[in-house]
């Protein structure tokens, strides 16, 4: 019996796989959960097989749970399913050593074939991600560029940047002058915008 764990925030899609997947006699979905904190909690007391976990989760996503498992070296395998065909996402992924990626797209025989091909030992990427492989862009930004526009994604202001990080409102403007020269575009907040739609957030 291949014991999943299940992640994923949205009610209605969590709920429609848990069904789907209980008609498979050789899968049980031990426990679905609404977040990646929840699932890194449930995943360390129980140690599912498989864990099979939406990139974009509160308090833990789905690419940090996958690091997380990586760096404690626990069994479990890791899933990842997604609506977002981004390189840096697909990148991150790979980074961490996931076992299988697909988009939420793929018809639902594909996803439970690919479980157990993972749990056969494969490595499964969803066919019109494959040449998302090829495709590597380096991210340009540095750790802390990174920082200040996560911060930036969520709506800090700059004042408040500077007093989360300890650092002045000088040193966070040329930080984030330099992210906006690097990416390209014309405000702080367009800077966010590419540098989480291409996964380097």
Request: hydrophobic share 45%.
């Amino acid at each position: 019996m291949i014991r999943v764990l299940l992640a994923e925030d949205q009610q209605m899609l969590r709920g429609a796989l848990t069904s789907l997947l209980a008609f498979e006699p050789d899968i049980e979905v031990i426990a679905e959960v609404a977040d990646g904190q929840q699932a890194w909690d449930y995943i360390q007391q129980e140690l599912p097989d498989l864990c099979l976990v939406d990139i974009e989760m509160p308090n833990l996503s789905g690419l940090a749970l996958a690091e997380k498992i990586k760096q404690a070296n626990l069994p479990c395998k890791v899933m990842i399913v997604t609506t977002f065909a981004r390189p840096g996402y697909l990148q991150k992924a790979m980074e961490c050593e996931v076992h299988g990626y697909l988009l939420k797209d793929e018809p639902i025989d594909y996803l439970i074939a690919t479980i157990r091909k993972i749990m056969q030992g494969e490595r499964v990427v969803s066919k019109d991600l494959a040449a998302t492989l090829f495709m590597k862009e380096q991210n340009p930004l540095n750790e802390r560029e990174i920082t200040v526009l996560q911060l930036v994604k969520e709506g800090l202001t700059t004042q408040e940047i500077s007093k989360q990080l300890f650092l002045t409102k000088g040193t966070i403007r040329n930080y984030l002058s330099t992210a906006i020269q690097k990416l390209q575009v014309e405000s702080r907040q367009q800077a966010a915008q590419v540098a989480s739609d291409k996964g380097w957030l």
